[in-house]
């Protein structure tokens, strides 16, 4: 088909070779917004889902739309389409695009847009938006008005699923369609093009060298080495632990906690024994912790990555320790434990638990317990918000070897932004009950995202609300001591925490959830364990941020006070 020919090609008939092209490359799940310029996809879509081979999931706003296929992909674990019409609607697509950049989730962008002829004239809702995502996607592609979207397909999936040197990651596609926006009207939902489409299977993502099973223990040095397992470190950083005989420094979302060498109160307990570390190891991307940070930067100690294939969420040469994809190189690095090693961290692990219990109410509920009682549910998909949040379930997240709970959390910018959305997009895609945690800033920020649409079966979703009204994170950092001096008067009050007055039960009303309330540990854990056959739960948890500032403080200096055991190195 010539050029001049392909400029006459229907805006639908595009769309449907979009479409059909994504469904035969094994993409199931398009998340799409209301608007007239994206009106072909939405066409097709509508018979690709008739014919039983795709699955469409309707948002209102498009910010709520992109982080919901941020969770579907991360979920299920293959490529998840969101489409949109032209203009703003996709620049509100960016914070989740620049999120799935970091954590390499393959989110393909389908953007609407007006053809080139109308650019430039002042025609509505048309804007520079071909490379409006920047350097966050992995390449922008664009398909002109009436040319056929086979080539530009073809790349985008192959940069979806990444390469041996390049991460899995987003995408887009910017699709220009010119009128007429709609089938024809001898067409309808049954349209026939379907019919020759065949759904296909997304082929593994590309993986280098993984977790050996291999461990050569008795050629290895003795060394006081540690393991930190970042977001997204997965089972081979407790699997190395393990095999040496290590601790390990686990984030809740690395899903590598779930080890009994995993020391809960590794925070506060590094300065304890940081003069004796001779090694670190580490895997996946630690996001939480200044201590952690500090162990990492130490000149005196040497550290190694685990890198067995490319990452998203930094550029070689520009983190201290030594990449190294190799386990049986990276095992001659850590060395083995020496007698006593792990059992005194384990010690210290168990002397500064006491201490938490020890200053545990039972009258009254904070974020370590919410973090507490939660975790021990051992929900089968849990979400954990940004901020004071995932720092609660870091540090109050007793390890267990059995735990059944796959965690996730936005870190890859650690933006508060889309965690509602986030949690329906995990709940849909694993279609297992989700907890989803989160401040109460946090939810007021995608509050919106609670709006379902009808006619679309609901996924099984708690959202817990740790509501004690304000941003709490800011008084555990430095400008907790400036709000303590008085010297800016109320400024860190109203413009860090940024307290909101909005009433939690009757938003739950206003979008159609069952409202849930507690304010004691025993409260939660009732309603958690009790679920009856309401899907979309809202769960106020009461609480007061009011001694935050001197309870951490109080708590991190009764266990960095703590004396190393006198065995262990």
Known sequence: MGLQQQDQQLAITTARQVLGTLIQSGIR??????????????????????????????????????????GLAQSTQRPVAVAATSGTAIGQMLPAVMEANHTATPLLVLSADRPDELHGTGASQSTKQKTLFGEHVRVALNVPAGVEPIEALE????????????????????????????????????????????????????????????????????????????????EQAQIFARQLGLPLFAEPSSNARYSEHAIAHYRPLISVGLERIERVVLFGRPTLSRPVA?????????????????????????????PIGKWQELQEFAGTAPHGWLE????????????????????????????????????????????????????????????????????????????????????????????????????????SALSWTPGEPQPELDVVVYNDAGGAIFS??????VDDSG???????????????????????????????????????????HTGDTKLRLIEVVASRENLRADNQNLNQSIGQLSWPGAGG
């Open 29 to 70: 799940d398009l998340v799409i917004s209301p608007g007239s310029r994206s009106a072909p996809l939405a066409y097709a879509a509508a018979e690709a889902e008739y014919a039983g081979l795709l699955r469409i999931h309707v948002r209102i706003d498009e910010r709520s739309a992109a982080f919901m296929a941020l």
């Open 344 to 447: 005194a961290w384990q010690e210290l692990d168990s002397q500064a638990q006491r201490i938490r219990s020890s200053q545990e109410n039972e009258s009254s509920i904070n974020g370590l317990d919410v973090a507490q009682v939660i975790w021990g549910q051992q929900p089968k998909v849990l979400l954990l918000g940004s901020s004071n949040i995932v720092r609660d379930f870091d540090l109050a997240g007793t390890p267990a070897g059995d735990h059944e709970s796959t965690v996730f959390a936005n870190r890859g910018l650690a933006g508060i932004d889309g965690t509602i959305s986030t949690a329906l997009g995990l709940a849909v895609g694993s279609q297992q009950r989700t907890v989803a945690v989160m401040g109460d800033i946090t939810f007021a920020h995608d509050a």
């Open 487 to 529: 010297r800016y008067a109320d400024a860190v009050e109203r413009l860090f925490a940024t307290p909101q007055k909005f009433d939690i039960q009757y938003l739950a009303k206003a979008y159609g959830w069952q409202y849930e309330r507690a304010t004691t540990k025993s409260d939660l854990k009732n309603i958690l364990e």
């Open 476 to 481: 555990t950092l430095e400008h907790g001591a």
């Open 155 to 234: 790349q985008a999936l192959l940069n979806l699923q990444g390469t041996q040197l390049v991460p899995a990651g987003p995408v887009q596609l910017n699709v220009q369609f010119r009128d007429p926006l709609i089938p024809s009207d001898s067409e309808s939902i049954k349209n026939q093009f379907w019919t020759e489409i065949r759904p296909g299977v997304w082929p593994d993502t590309v993986h280098a060298q993984s977790a050996s099973d291999e461990v050569q223990a008795e050629n290895l040095p003795l060394r006081r080495t540690v393991v930190v397992a970042g977001h997204g470190a997965e």
């Open 294 to 322: 500090k162990l990492l930067a130490d000149p005196r100690i040497e550290s190694a990555i685990w890198q067995p294939g490319p990452v998203a969420w930094y550029e070689a040469g520009r983190r201290p320790e030594t």
